[in-house]
């Protein structure tokens, strides 16, 4: 079988890695030069992407920001999975906003704004409090803004005045007051079977994901239900085919959806050593019509993004149970470089785990990791 | 880093998929055309062969039976890990007999036979069923013959008749009372530090293994330390960096070596799955001068060859913790095209999984398959 991704990055290359045991062939497309390439080496495969369709078994993306002319050319193929409908509505807060109300999901009390002008009417229904993200092209943290009390609304709309809103819509959220940031990554069959990930707890700094940890501590069986049920709302809803991630804001016992990922995900990148089936097999395992693979943790583990930097020592793998996931590109302010994985028997042996782990690491570039291994330490 | 391995097959490939993670490239030489490929793809690196070997760091090999002067030529770039007399001792049984006797190794009774006419003294010395091997190039169950009663010496010595056995003696062995067979995989670091993969217990058909099986069901701590001290005392004389395998004969409470292989092994192979690190990740950690990593046993596990056919049912992946790791290999009679990787929390729900596991595989190609799944539901 044959693979093509959208898309040449680490998830691609992930991807990758997990096919070829099972003897299905991955090709990538740098979706920038339109080229088909080796998603590990990177090197050309040495055929268009006309012909690269033509000749894979099965299309699927690593990212939702597909140039919308590269995604129509797929979904004519009739061998896009998830669909373009899950992939367009994950580029697009828009969309994803009108189908979580649609489906009766709750999310953050929000408004849509083509004018800056109707920022005054989301300040007055959703409070001073509001973050403000670009509908579609938002991320990692870029095309976001912050309006923290009504003062700053008329800088704020300085800075907006050269956006065209009605292209880009925003999307003006109240800000939550949440306690800790979910994710549930999951993965549903071409049958519509779902299996789930234990939620994940998610560390943002600055915008970006720095740590994971799975099974998220404190989980209830109410708050899984909560996540499993609006996975499966979306997916079902979307006739989803793969891995799909959403994103929570939990708020005392209520788990409100923060954003949804139509593709394997950052946070369940420890699922590569924590769970018998990673993320990435699993997503080939579906879109290739093969039987799902077992998705629960194994025991305690933790994924800590490598941003920014190349310089730390390699005798960070003396830590047991730790592994390294290197991705192979040059270095670049808040780029995402690599991830360390490091499991354990319980979260408190994990804690001393990612203590030592940050006696190998340069501390500025993971600002979340002490306290995180003391926070496991004392659970 | 760079590694360059010696063979381009199964072994070589997996070690590659290891290495990518940890940022590190692995090129092959395919040795009967002395080309250098990627062992993934099989497509031609591009460059020839003394400059990969200029500009890797580390070459190691995937199999002993590296032709000798492309042995000789990785040797005297002084980067060949591990070195070339534990590479030759692997490939010539007399020097492995050799070496054992030496460090005073239990091991079968034997004679080196370099004339057919000593074949009458080893007889009366060892009895008359006797096993005789190839000094060289036997893999796999070539190059072996078998002497069951003492009347039939005169036929074999005609088989024998037009071999060299000045040039490739044979080593007479004393056919083992063995209740089983078992093969420690360990790996050193070039400090000396071992770590040791549990005993697996491994079955074989026809001269080629089928099934392994780890940790070997009833080891006592004796047969533990037995096996560990043979490994160091192995490893040690050899100054061995990398993953080495010891193959035993049971008998009594004692174990008797059968070979060594100085390399990653077949019967190593469930530690995909079954262990933290693999023994792929763990050689390409040992001889890149990274820390070793975790080599106990996550859950009782069994691998399954795929030998001589490539029809069976994907729909395996269903079972529970059940993986395929397919070599990507043209079919021919007796070669190993891949294989399964099964694991569960108990020998007994191992044993229903393989039952389930029959169902969807041609069982004339896995004669060793259901008796195995039987015996562990009664262990």
Redesign the interface.
Known sequence: MRVLIYGAGQLA?MMA?SA????IEVQAVDVGSETVV?P??KLPAGMSLSQAIEEADVLSVEFEHVPEHLLEQAHVSGKLKPGIEAILTGADRVREKRLLERLGIANCAHRIVTDVEQLEEAVAALGERLILKASRDGYDGYGQWRLAQAADLAGLKTALAELDLNKVPLVVEQMADFSRELSLVGVRDAKGRCQFYPLAENLHYQGQLHVSLAPAPGITEALTTQAQQAFTALATELDYVGVLAVEFFQVDDRLLVNEIAPRVHNSGHWSM?GA??SQF?NHI?AICG??L??TAA?RPSAMINIIGCKEFS??L??I???????Y?KSVRKKRKM?HINV?AESYAALGARLEKLSGYLPMEHFPKLVAEAQRLQSL
């Open positions: 290359r890695l070829v045991p099972m003897g080796d590990i080496s050593q018998d089936t097999e395992r093969l039987p693979g077992c194994l390699q005798q793998l003396s047991p149970e730790c592994h390294l996931h290197w192979g690599g499991s």
